[in-house]
Nanobody, 123 residues
Framework: QVQLVESGGGLVQAGGSLRLSCAAS????????MGWFRQAPGKEREFVAA????????FYGDSVKGRFTASRDNAKNTVYLQMDSLKPDDTAVYYC????????????????WGQGTQVTVSS
């Protein structure tokens, strides 16, 4: 069982930056590939980014490539999402999620989800 708690959301102007954190409970954090997703009102949930178990590999959705950076610190049981050059279209609830996998498949089922943190980007 893994419990995930996101933090760091808020209101920011377009062009600004935010850093989201997701703290995980349990001793097996490094066993999980970690993902970030977002969902805006009236829209489907969207993949944002993922980071491999070691942190050595990262993956991004097309809409955030070059602007967002995912990372993790296994010693702190925490995964991060650095968001730069934010746009109003980035406004959404952001969720972190954990996927137990031996490889780098970030497209499969995620087994644990956080409660989400709101990010609002004003124009």
């Amino acid at each position: 069982q893994v419990q995930l708690v996101e933090s760091g959301g808020g209101l920011v102007q377009a062009g600004g930056s935010l850093r989201l954190s997701c703290a995980a409970s349990g001793r097996t954090f490094s066993s999980y590939l970690m993902g970030w997703f977002r969902q805006a009102p009236g829209k489907e949930r969207e993949f944002v980014a993922a980071v491999s178990r070691s942190g050595g590999s990262t993956f991004y959705g097309d809409s955030v490539k070059g602007r967002f950076t995912a990372s993790r610190d296994n010693a702190k049981n925490t995964v991060y999402l650095q968001m730069d050059s934010l746009k109003p279209d980035d406004t959404a609830v952001y969720y972190c999620a954990a996927r137990r996998t031996l490889g780098l498949d970030y497209t499969g089922t995620y087994h644990y989800w956080g409660q989400g943190t709101q990010v609002t980007v004003s124009s």
